[in-house]
């Protein structure tokens, strides 16, 4: 009884802690139990995930996370472990569906890196959990080589915690980690262009994340023209139309408009100015030659 309590003290705390974090700068607001005191996530738009640490994959090989974020795909990076008792499931929950509906795939257009932010995380234990999750996207074939479980020295962890702004705490008493949900976009350089802090995440609004961190490479063109008209509104956690960027859009389409109809218009004129001076100077030289008392 006393540890389904704690279970769902650590979710309701969880999602409490993903609203606040999701709010401004990831503040914490003052009716959150002194437990989380700390918990939350800093935005760092810009900075750069630190590429050489090493991390431990699910097969068991040892490398630099640069190997793993290898600069080709945007990527998705989340901080979970294996044995959180519910926010990580029902986060990683979550992300697959929002994952097997979308039309960009999983190893071909983008990536994601999922690292434990427990240390003492064991490789089988991590290779089970990605099976687990693997398992219920049918729709992402190439997921099994596209979605990443890591594993990590606390070094390691602390390390790409920090650069991500991610942070919580582990309690002794209960052996479990406070922390928020949290989803990072990650370029194909390694850096942090958007943050998702809610347990869902519509696949539209993943898609333009998507597009926003592949830098133009991932998506269509119409994604491409999406995303010049929406922008990220941190407080609603999602993309949502920009007025000044409708009406910049709207104003070149009709100066593109104008420009391709009125063009035809204006080289017709001409052209046709051109041709009645070529006629006239032409009449003009045929009369001077046939006028006999014509002196020069």
């Known amino acids: 009884m006393m540890r389904h309590k704690q279970t769902v003290f650590a979710l309701l705390t969880g999602m409490a802690i993903s609203l606040s974090a999701s709010v401004g700068h990831a503040q914490l607001n ?40 290898r600069g080709n795909v945007p990527y998705v990076f989340t901080l979970n472990y294996s044995d959180c008792p519910m926010l990580c499931s029902v986060q990683l929950g979550e992300l697959v569906k929002t994952l097997d509906k979308l039309d960009l795939k999983i190893g071909k257009d983008f990536e994601l890196v999922t690292l434990s932010i427990d240390p003492r995380e064991s490789t089988s234990k991590i290779r089970e959990t990605k099976q687990k999750y693997i398992e ?30 991610f942070r919580y705490r582990y309690d002794k008493l209960s052996k479990e980690y406070y922390h928020a949900a949290m989803l990072a976009f990650i370029s194909p350089e390694g850096v942090i262009t958007r943050y998702s802090l809610d347990v869902a995440f519509p696949e539209d609004q993943m898609k333009l994340a998507l597009v926003e961190a592949g830098e133009g490479a991932v998506g269509g063109a119409v994604d491409q023209f999406l995303l010049l008209c929406f922008q990220y509104d941190a407080n609603r956690n999602r993309y949502v139309a920009s007025a000044w960027k409708l009406m910049r859009m709207g104003g070149l389409i009709t100066v593109g408009l104008l420009l391709a109809t009125l063009t035809p218009f204006w080289f017709g004129r001409r052209r046709a100015a051109s041709n009645a001076m070529e006629s006239q100077v032409a009449a003009g030289g045929d009369g001077a ?3 006999p008392g014509h002196v020069y």
């Open 30 to 69: 003052n009716g959150l139990p002194k437990e989380v005191e700390g918990v939350g996530v800093d935005q760092k738009l810009g900075d750069k995930l630190p590429l050489n640490v090493l991390v431990t994959d699910s097969t068991g090989r040892k490398q630099r996370l640069g190997d793993v974020v």
């Open 136 to 165: 219920l996207l049918p729709n992402q074939k190439q997921a099994s080589t596209g979605w990443h479980f890591v594993t990590g020295s606390q070094d390691s962890i602390s390390q790409v915690t920090e650069a991500l702004g």
């Open 289 to 291: 030659k046939s006028d």
